[in-house]
């Protein structure tokens, strides 16, 4: 079983600073994979960002990055140069089994 | 590619109606999923099938939803009867479904609308 903590109901951030979102989990599988989904106002869900938990280095994707760290069952997403695209609804989700953990999700307003 | 298609994108029903949603996946995607989105909250899955046979449907309110995955292709999910509880945003997503590596990404069509009155 899988669970999911984004601490974050709402945050806000102005437009081209940097903001980090939160998300701890728990889960009892050895193999898994952790990922990062955006869902924008009244439009689609789509991949952020993915992380194989065997591995150590960080996954980056042109101004997401995250920071993994396994022991603590950490995946925080930070956010570079935020647009005002990156408005959305954000959730962090641990993955096994071809079966993702979906949490409450934390909402990211960025204000020009 | 393609992505993951769904219809209708909105629907309107009165409680005790029938409706049905429609999913394609994508081109070669052996697992495909389907979502409950209630307002304000994360999707809970409700079914996910490996091609055409059921993995995991232990969510899914047998008494009222049905889903089905004839040729392992695509899909449709039906409620019946509806209920006012049922209003919500119904999302499809597939995914490769091989072991491991990327065939563990998940993607999600545009989601079908559900309000009932």
């Known amino acids: 079983a899988q669970t999911v903590t984004q601490s974050q109901p709402e945050m806000s951030v102005q437009e081209a600073e940097t903001v980090t979102l939160s998300c701890t989990y728990d889960t009892s599988e050895n193999n898994y994979y952790l990922f990062w989904y955006k869902q924008p106002p009244s439009r689609q869900m789509i991949l952020v960002i993915r992380q194989e938990a065997y591995k150590q280095q960080n996954a980056t994707e042109n101004r997401f990055s995250v920071n993994f760290q396994k022991a603590a069952k950490s995946f925080s997403l930070k956010i570079s140069d935020s647009q005002l695209g990156d408005t959305a609804m954000y959730f962090c989700d641990p993955g096994s089994n071809y079966k993702l953990t979906f949490g409450k999700g934390t909402l990211l307003t960025v204000n020009p | 590619e393609a992505g993951v298609a769904q219809s209708p994108r909105y629907k309107i029903i009165e409680k005790r109606q029938s409706v049905a949603f429609w999913c394609n996946p994508i081109?070669?995607?052996?697992?495909l999923y389907w979502y409950q989105q209630i307002l304000g909250q994360g999707p809970k899955l409700l079914i996910q099938?490996?091609?055409?046979?059921?993995?995991?449907d232990s969510q899914l309110p047998k008494d009222r939803f049905s889903a089905e995955r004839l040729k392992g292709v695509d899909s449709t999910l039906k409620i019946q009867p509806a209920k006012l509880e049922d209003s919500a945003v119904y999302l499809c997503?597939?995914?490769?479904?091989?072991?491991?590596?990327?065939?563990?990404?998940?993607?999600f069509g545009p989601g079908t609308r559900l309000l009932v009155l």
């Open positions: 997503a597939s995914s490769l479904g091989a072991s491991g590596g990327q065939q563990e990404t998940q993607y």
């Open positions: 081109s070669g995607h052996a697992t």
């Open positions: 099938f490996q091609n055409n046979g059921v993995v995991d």
